[in-house]
């Protein structure tokens, strides 16, 4: 018997969306969502989801320590509230070095206190792209997320923060948090 949805595979699974017919494997697993619910299959491949290992990426990154401490003096003037001068040292920096995590993740926090969450989320995105050890990146991207009431984007960029930085990590604590919370909203 052939698969009800593509007509190509044997149909193996009783489907409780195709009422009951018979589906490959293959179909079961591209179509799966919430209203799966019940289903055998559904339940185990949440709980691969789950367990799954987390498989890291090995990569390089560069190091300057120069830009690094001058990334440092900018975000020190951002948290002392003067904003602009911040951002134009980091654009500065950016100009010189724009595929540097740091630089990257400086300007998105400064969009970020500037309530500019889309345009932080695409340059704290690129630095852990760059850098995925970058617990803060992480952090301040899980942040954005939540501001724009994305909570899925925000609970992954959290549990990023968590698997770098640790659960007692200073950084991994605060995501842990900011997840608790959410999951209590």
Known sequence: MKCALCHERKGKRGCKLSSGQFICPSCCASTRKAECDGCSYYEASLVYQREKPVRTKPFITEIIPDVDEQC???????????????????????????????????????????????????????????FPAFAHAHYNLGSSYRQKFDVENAVKAYEAAISVDGSDGDVGRLARERIDELEAI
């Open 72 to 130: 440092d003096e900018a975000l020190a003037l951002i948290e002392k509230g003067d904003i602009a001068r911040g951002q134009a040292v980091l654009e500065d920096l950016r100009r010189q070095h724009p595929n540097y995590h740091t630089v990257l993740y400086g300007i998105g926090v400064c969009h970020a206190m500037k309530g500019q969450t889309d345009e932080a989320i695409s340059c704290l995105e690129r630095a852990v792209e760059i």
